[in-house]
């Protein structure tokens, strides 16, 4: 495996050589330099120079352009307005790095892999033992499992971890229900029948409750059962296992319809850390830290205040004794940190929660668990919207099961496979399906920007035209069924060939894989990667449209070239989609 230099980044060695060797009184000097309508590349960097020099920028500029080295990266060279640099690269050097590139590992196409990176834990898709999963859950499964492989194809050493709502006083009423009524946690399902496991987890949810809402002894009961729980009761823990093994059936249901890969040893959830909190609020009291107020243990922050003006505080422990959500989020903290070694910490967490994480933030910053070499972010999301622009709901004003939703998406693209392939059996119609729509989903979600609400429209989602999975996914068949259709014809690049336009804006395009996928995994912006793919794959069609590839009129060495872009615009669209966690099948 070899990283390989993008254009850019040489272009931009290049220049800032130049740059010193011209004005050497300049120092070290930025080119600025970006993508521009009128050339390749725009160079900006003379401008600031010039002020700094106190110099005529367009001089200046033809300095510099007379240091630039001839032939090889650069064809031609402009100065344009006041000092500005238009930059046009050679086809040469265009073809001979993308032949570089595809001359990679298959995977890896010459992105760089940092091996001396740091470790993340990914905190991402946290649903509740004995609940179902429902819209709210999808933003944080699917972001964050794309962060994982694109921190994972950088080079970050990734620590998944899956903190499951799995504690908590309901938990009383559930195995005290149990106990009395054995035979409620059965169903007839096997041993990995999901739907089977959340239906009898569900109904003995809603009879538990209704039976705690009515019958006072049985509400006591259930509170001794608490009790008993967070003693560490023998009867009572195994009974709790009962229920979180139970729901983990569902949970991998789920995951496994998302195309998610979650193991067991990553699902740590709140009940994870019950003996470190006692210890936790020690040392945050100790240390000063936290302080008792009202009988509570709090912390406190000069800039977060409730509407009365009064400071708002965290809560690490309740004055009942009980513990806050502040308790474990924190002694998950000192794990991460101090065990598992980690250098940043990554939360895939609901926006409405940024308040809380703030406080937990700089709660463990003062206690020294995060400092400068280890940080933690909230990767906040918006919230799934219908297409009213309201929060995602039934006709009946209920909230949208998980499961409902990515079968219905399955449905969806279902109708859509079978209209475009006619040579699919039916299990290969299936199998499409399952990847069109599943990915159709996920697309949607990580082509908007987390921070963002979107609208889930599957009518959107599903179609062929627009920014969307399926395009990107029939650019990808697209250019895989010109590959069988080339018979003896071989991918092979030719440096000396002039390009067409549309040739030259889909290399220029494909060069810069590696960068963005740089950038998205420094900024944690996966929407990035995602468009970028679908303007490969628009400039794909272009080019499939102008430049035809196995026509009895293309010469021989312009088809292999031809075929080469084709080639290696497939293997990026399937590298690409792959690290947002979207298949793309060979035929469609």
């Known amino acids: 495996m070899a990283s390989v230099n993008s254009l850019a980044s040489t272009l931009q060695q290049q220049l800032a050589d130049a740059l010193t060797a011209a004005l050497p009184d300049a120092g070290t000097a930025d080119p600025l330099l970006r993508r521009s309508d009128r050339a390749d590349f725009q160079a900006n960097g003379i401008l600031a120079l010039a002020k700094k020099l106190k110099g005529n920028p367009r001089e200046l500029a033809s300095q510099v352009t007379a240091a630039i080295p001839a032939g090889g990266l650069i064809e031609e060279i402009e100065v344009s307005g006041p000092g500005f640099l238009n930059i046009t690269l050679s086809d040469r050097a265009i073809v001979e790095t993308l032949a570089a590139r595809a001359a990679d590992d298959e995977d890896r196409l010459g992105v760089p892999c940092n091996s001396a990176a740091g470790t993340t834990v990914i905190d991402y898709a946290q649903p509740n033992v004995a609940k179902e999963m429902h819209v709210g859950h999808l933003r944080s499964a699917v972001i964050g499992d794309a962060m994982v492989q694109i921190l994972e194809f950088t080079g970050e050493t990734v620590v998944r971890r899956h903190h499951i709502g799995d504690w908590g006083t309901q938990f009383g009423m559930l195995i005290q229900y149990l106990i009395e009524h054995p ?221 409902d939703l990515l079968d219905e998406a399955i449905d969806r693209a279902s109708a859509v496979v079978r209209e475009k392939a006619k040579d699919l059996t039916e299990d290969e119609i299936a199998e499409r399906a399952a990847q069109v729509g599943i990915g159709a989903v996920k697309y949607a979600d990580l082509s908007t920007s987390a921070a963002r609400d979107y609208k889930f429209d599957l009518d959107q989602m599903v179609s062929l035209t627009g920014d969307t999975s399926v395009y990107i996914q029939y650019a990808h068949a697209r250019s895989r069924s010109i590959k069988r259709k080339a018979g003896e014809l071989s991918p092979r690049p030719h440096p000396e060939l002039e390009l067409a336009p549309a040739e030259r804006a889909l290399g220029l395009h494909l060069d810069e894989f590696g960068e963005v996928v740089s950038e998205v995994a420094a900024a944690y912006e996966p929407h990035k990667l995602a468009a970028y793919l679908y303007q490969l794959s628009s400039l794909f069609t272009t080019f499939y449209d102008q430049c035809p590839v196995l026509k009895a009129e293309v010469p021989g060495d312009v088809a292999e070239n031809r075929l080469f872009l084709s080639d290696l615009t497939a293997r990026t669209l399937h590298r690409g989609m792959a690290l947002l966690g979207i298949r793309t099948p060979e035929r469609l």
Not at 226 to 246: H, I, N, P, Y
Not at 289 to 305: H, I, P, Q, T
């Open 183 to 403: 035979d409620e946690l059965s169903h007839e399902g096997g041993a990995e029948d999901g739907e089977a496991a959340m239906s009898s987890l569900n109904r003995l949810y809603k009879a538990s409750r209704a039976l705690f809402d009515s019958d006072e002894e049985f509400k006591a009961r259930s509170r001794d059962r608490v009790v008993a729980l967070q003693a560490g009761d023998e009867e009572t823990l195994a009974l709790w296992q009962r229920f979180v093994d139970e729901s983990k059936i569902y949970f991998y249901s789920v995951f496994d319809k998302l195309d998610m890969d979650i193991r067991d040893a990553d699902i740590v959830g709140e009940s994870g850390y019950n003996d470190m909190l006692e210890e936790t609020c020690r040392i945050l009291e100790e240390s000063g830290v936290a302080v008792r107020s009202e009988g509570a243990l709090c912390v406190f922050f000069d800039d977060v205040k409730g509407p009365d003006g009064n400071p708002v505080p965290l809560i690490v422990k309740k004055s009942n004794g009980g513990y806050g959500y502040a308790a474990t989020d924190l002694s998950a903290i000192r794990d991460r940190v101090q065990n598992l070694k980690a250098s940043s910490l990554l939360y895939v967490v609901d926006a409405r929660q940024a308040l809380h994480f703030k406080m937990v933030f700089e709660t463990a910053r003062r206690a020294g668990w995060l400092n400068e070499d280890v940080k933690a972010v909230q990767l906040a999301f918006g919230t799934v919207l219908g297409k009213d622009g309201k929060p995602f709901k039934t006709r009946e004003g209920e909230t949208v099961r998980l499961q």
